[in-house]
């Protein structure tokens, strides 16, 4: 089954305790993204990838990393999280390059809820 | 300010009811997505769009490229179809910018 699978879907934790929200999708997409969902603010993009060892900053990237050591996977990692963080993160693929990706259907994952105390 | 605007943003319904959710952006784009998000919190695309109409059973989305308007319509509609519809668009870009969505309820 073609799926882009998040861990953990849920995860409690306290400020400065280094995290990970691994992403991994089955379909061979170039395309990966991490969003951030937040009440009256809608998704907003914190990094992107188009391919292996290829990222860039979206919109909100303060406070996170990223990797893409591998087409699959695309983790999402907090060195420090803040309460700020506290959030309901996903995970998307797409397939295509630069330019083209926009015209394809868009994969989510499950979404992990983060709270940051 | 949001670059993508929809509404509205909560509507409620009688099932069997025509449902119609707009979408406006502000600059050229080159493709807009209709998304759905179910009230456990997944996220479905429905619908990509660079011109034109599209139908998928009981939905339709259409995009006015000269006005910048995009609609999705949903025809008789059900208690299912309650969820939040996001619009997303891509402006020529590396990214998604988002809509707030539109929360829709169905009551039977």
């Known amino acids: 089954e073609a799926q882009v699978t998040q861990n953990p879907r849920y995860l409690i934790t306290v400020t400065g305790k280094k995290l990970t929200v691994t992403c991994s999708q089955n379909?061979?997409?170039?395309?990966m993204s991490w969003y951030r969902q937040d009440p009256g603010l809608g998704l907003r993009q914190i990094y992107y990838s188009m391919n292996v060892e290829v990222t860039d900053k979206g919109d909100v990237p303060e406070g996170y990393k990223v990797s893409r050591k591998e087409k699959r996977n695309f983790p999402l990692i907090l060195e420090s999280p803040s309460p700020n963080q506290t959030s309901l993160y996903f995970c998307?693929?797409?397939?295509?390059?630069?330019?083209?990706?926009?015209?394809?259907?868009?994969?989510f994952g499950p979404g992990t809820r983060l709270t940051v105390l | 300010k949001n670059e993508v605007e929809q509404s509205p943003q909560n509507l409620t319904a009688q099932e069997g009811e025509f449902i119609t959710i707009n979408c406006s952006y502000s600059?050229?784009?080159?493709?807009l997505h209709w998304l759905q998000q179910h009230p456990g919190g997944g996220i479905v695309s429905l619908f990509m769009?660079?011109?034109g109409k599209k139908k998928h059973g009981r939905l339709i989305a259409t995009i006015n490229i000269q006005e910048k308007h995009s609609s999705l319509h949903i025809t008789a509609s059900h208690p299912r179809d309650s969820a939040v519809y996001i619009c997303?668009?891509?402006?020529?870009?590396?990214?998604?910018?988002f809509g707030t969505g539109t929360r829709l309820q169905v009551f039977p």
């Open positions: 769009l660079s011109s």
């Open positions: 600059v050229g784009i080159s493709a």
């Open positions: 997303a668009v891509s402006y020529n870009t590396d990214k998604l910018i």
């Open positions: 998307a693929s797409s397939l295509g390059p630069s330019g083209r990706w926009a015209y394809n259907e868009q994969f």
């Open positions: 379909m061979n997409h170039e395309y």
